[in-house]
């Protein structure tokens, strides 16, 4: 994490200073405050907001270790915006590997109840057809009585 104040930003990012104060006003661009009070802007902001650095003109001067230490910096901050992407890809990953397990238990849920249904209709077909068949009995010589399913017998106790 590197932080520069708002000159070097606006040069950074080959922008106005009044841009940069702008931006951190309307919240799309966050800054820090030192201990001295100094307002600074972490690299990796800058790379958010506006896609790129321009380290070439980085503090103001043509001296390569000033140069050199922005290449840094700004290496270290792609580094660790890759880290955090690769992070994120992972929890991506395991989350789709949760829901896919949880589609498929719900599937093979589905799929049971279906089968319990369909057993039920040809039960209960099956009842009908008992029911409505040719076959009577007499009780004692009193009045024909068809045969009743048993799950008739047993809803009419």
Known sequence: MALVSITEAAKLVHRNRTTIYRDIERGRLSKTVSPEGDTRIDTSELLRTYG???????NGSDDESARDKVKVAI???KNRSLERALALEG???RIKDQVTSELRARLTDKDSVI???ESKVLLLEYDKQVAS???AKKKDNGPVESKK???NRLLNR
């Open 115 to 117: 089968k319990v249904l």
């Open 133 to 135: 068949g040719p076959t």
């Open 52 to 58: 790129r650095l321009y380290p070439d003109v980085a």
């Open 75 to 77: 290496l270290e901050e």
């Open 149 to 151: 399913s048993w799950w």
């Open 91 to 93: 929890e991506l990953r």
